[in-house]
């Protein structure tokens, strides 16, 4: 992983929480969101929450990698929970890139598995 | 009476006694004369009764002539010479009075040799002696009757004679006449009956005017024996005048007096005065003479009574005139004073006016400095240069310092006797000095005094008017000392409280005046402040606390203590005027009562906002837009209402823009309304100079010029163009590079004073283009760098990215779409130029939209 992000994964009502700080750009975005979060789609669990609220910035080939995550996720029949702040700086290229209809966006962890629970 | 005998008698003379007769024809002259030439051929009797030799029997007239008295030369040639009509003449030999010769003649025949004259001589001595006395008797007579008709003559003049001078005047040319008298002269006897004084006179040397135009009443002199016995005194004689008065022997010398009657000139039993008549010789004074001196002393008596009455009247009415116009003068001091003027102003129309009243030269006002002890000179009319040299004069020396420390009015008629402390005063020459002391209560304010070139006695009158406006001038001298001290308190009050120098922010200018209103002499209560905010935020402020002087000024200060305070604190416009406005609730037990208008410049988000409190809005001049008021947020003014709240308006403030605040002195005048003004003022700013001091001294000039009746505030601000130094980046084209490309640009749109926002966004879509020049171009291997080019200018962000490999069409997954779209929903505007030699992708933000 570079100097521009940092991964941490954790555990949350047996759901793997993967926050993020730092800035997502084209040179980080595989390391960030394939390599990084290996460790934390498990057999068990249904569903990987994954916490932006930290992330200053996203370009692009961040999104394109967002997207190709949950996409991955789906595959294996998992759901893509991202956190995202409605405050965060990252929700208006988030918006411009229609990540709303594509991916689920939670303000907060809580909310997250909240919706993980209601399903 | 018989005819005389004659030769060639045809003319009757005064008859003779037979014996007389007959002696005198003993002694008959022949001669005879040829008038063309005036030579004489003459009988021995003839020489003989002339005293010439008798060897001669001839000569010419002259030779004849020069026997005879002279003065009857001329009657003798004007006889022998008026010949062809005829001769009689009679006259008398040189250097005998007595003796009288008789000549009669007559034409005789014209020959070849001309006319030719014949006659006799005799002495007639004694029938002349008789003759002499019948004519005197006869002129006696006539005198007599001439002295009566005279009398009258002089009775009707003396009722026509109104002033002393026309009386004395008819009476002494009288005297001459009726008396046949060479000299006379009136004197009149001073109030105390110390002197006499001469009132006029006829027939004296001018040396003698000198000496006796005055004189001490009891010199002996006829005119005090006169005087002292109330009756005529009468001297005949040279020798007895002397002898009566030795002392009047040398002025007899000059005066040339014989003989003299002197008359007591008497008034309602007041003998007041004396009527001296004189004579050059010798002469006896007959009851007639007297009794002329006497009716004349009487008549001059009762006229002078008469003339001495009408000029008293004359005089009161004079004064009367003279005290009238000087009250109007005094009037006219008094109310100098009641106008409105600096002191200055006052003093020097209150001493022009003086000076006219006066009729001196000079008026100077000299105030009295308690702290040095001395007088400056502070206001003159004809002497300004002792104010413009700021003369002092210690007090105790010179005029002015005498006056001031003896606190007396002082008179001097002649400068050159005294100490002149004033080196200009010396220098002027002036003549005469009058000053007197200003005192308002106990207290010494200063000195006045007026002079003149020529020397003059100034009167009790001139000094009373002197002192009655130096009072009066005092009081108002002094009740503008105390105005003028107030003013200045106030004034330097008010200045201490306006900015002394304004904050110099590196992202706008500013301006200010502030003009004390023209009318009155209170300052008002006015006020602007700029204050720097430590994030570099500005702060402006005008206000208007109502009211003027000394209360106002304090209560101004204490409102923008307090706004500064409430700044430093962090809180908003609004929020600020909510705590004035219970400040000047609290400090307004007077009735503190004021407008403000704050407006919070951002130079990071490029706007403003304002709050007010009452006051005339602000004007706003956007880059390329007509100036408009900002009308926004307006609300009660300080201390109007406790249950007032505060608004707040927000507006673009970008550079280029420009704020004028102002108070309502620069819009408000009595010919308009303050919509006018406003509507005025709003062209004005348009078409007015574009840097701040011109704009400021335009508005002045066409707004506060002249007479205005309220102080004037104006700020203005610009928001200053914010030139960055383009950014320059070239980095290889690798996705490493990005991070760095964004690190750079975000400094670099920080300096541009970009909003946080739009560094974001301005970030994002240069790392998409940057994106797509380090994934997209098929380039040769020596040209895989790229390029980030960095301008601000106006407000807008120009960023040009460069590739040097051929453009390749993004695939159409939507990936790739998705950084263009980004830049295109991100920047204002985007182009993109391929070539065979690379990508150039310019883009362009306007900073200081909306967030």
Known sequence: ?119 | MEQTTSVGAGRGTRQRPGLELALAATSVGVFELRPESGRMRWTKEFASLHGLDADLLGGTIDVLEARVHPDDRVRLRAALEDSPHGIHVQYRLDGSEQCWLELRAQPISENDSGALVAGTCIDVTSSARRYADEHRSRLEAEEALRRMQGLQTFTAALGEAARTADVVDVVVREVLVALGAEAAAVYRLSDDGATFDLLGSVGYPDELHGEWSSFPADTPAPASAAVAANALVVVESPEELVRRWPNLADARQVAGDAASVCAPLEIEGRVDGALYVAFRSPRRFDEDDLATVTTIAEECSHALERARLYEAQRDARADALRLARRLRALQSVIDATLESQSLDELLRELLGRLREALGTDTASFFVFDEERNDLVARAAAGLEVEVTEGVRVPVGQGFAGRIAAQREPWVVEDVSTIEIYSPFLRQHGLGSLAGVPLIAGERLVGVLDVGTFERRDFSEDDLLLLRLVASRAALAVEQAVLHERHRTVAETLQRSLLPERLPEPPEYALGARYVPGSAGLEVGGDWYDAIAFGDGRLGIVVGDVVGRGIVAAAAMGQLRNALRAYAFEGLGPAAILGRLNQLALEIGAQDLFATAALMVLDPRRNELRMSSAGHPPPLLVLPNAPASYLEGGRSLPLGASRAASYEEAVARFPPGALLLAFTDGLVERRDMSIEQGLERLQKAVSGAPHDLEGLLDHLLAEFAAGEHGDDVAIVAVSSLERPVEPIRLRHAALPSSLAQVRGALREWLKRAHARDDEIYEIAVACNEACTNAIEHPLRPPDSAFFEVEGTCAGGVVTLVIRDFGRWREPRDDGDRGRGLKFIHALMDSVDVTATEEGTEIRMRRTLGGPA
Request: no cysteine; glycine share 8%; proline share 4%.
């Open chain 1, 1 to 119: 992983v570079s100097d521009l992000a940092r991964v941490e994964i954790a555990r949350v009502s047996g759901v793997p929480v993967a926050t993020v700080r730092g800035e997502i750009d084209l040179s980080n975005a595989g390391d960030v969101l394939q390599t990084g979060l290996e460790g934390a789609i498990t057999e068990g669990a249904r569903a990987l929450v994954l916490d932006l609220t930290d992330v200053s910035y996203i370009d692009s080939a961040g999104i394109r990698a967002l997207f190709e995550l949950g996409e991955r996720l789906a595959a294996l029949g998992k759901r893509l929970l991202a956190v995202v702040p409605e405050q965060a700086p990252i929700s208006r290229v988030l918006e411009l890139a229609d990540a709303p209809a594509a991916i689920s966006l939670s303000p907060d962890v809580q909310a997250a598995l909240g919706r993980l629970d209601s399903d």
